[in-house]
């Protein structure tokens, strides 16, 4: 059974940085995209970054710039370093595989198959 573990959640005051991370496993890392989603309170889970199989990277608009996500094939461990962080980033970080999906539909949340529990980034003003 694919397991997605989120970790790397936290406190911090804006302008901060956190760095999450993912580490999955029951699954051919090196053929899935792997995104990062959130979900603040109220509102509905939106797509944050995402890296395909193959290496490309797709961001929502409100995050490039400031944030980055990354893959290790090696340590089936995906990435998502966050600098510069606002109060409205606040959410619930989920970590999500979805099998050689690319492009634009790496955005699209019913594509993936897998999803984490979660983690807590709180930006306080």
């Known amino acids: 059974q694919v397991q997605l573990v989120e970790s790397g959640g936290g406190l911090v005051q804006a302008g901060g940085s956190l760095r999450l991370s993912c580490a999955a496993s029951e699954l051919t890392f090196s053929d899935y995209a792997m995104a990062w989603f959130r979900q603040a309170p109220g509102k509905e889970r939106e797509f944050v970054a995402a890296?395909?199989?193959?290496?490309?990277?797709y961001y929502t608009d409100s995050v490039k710039g400031r944030f980055t996500i990354s893959r290790d094939n090696a340590k089936n461990t995906v990435y998502l370093q966050m600098n510069s962080l606002k109060p409205e980033d606040t959410a619930v970080y989920y970590c999500?595989?979805?099998?050689?999906?690319?492009?634009?539909?790496?955005?699209?949340?019913?594509?993936?198959?897998?999803w984490g529990q979660g983690t807590q980034v709180t930006v306080s003003s």
């Open positions: 999500a595989a979805s099998w050689r999906t690319t492009g634009a539909d790496m955005a699209v949340r019913h594509r993936y198959a897998h």
């Open positions: 890296t395909s199989w193959s290496g490309s990277t």
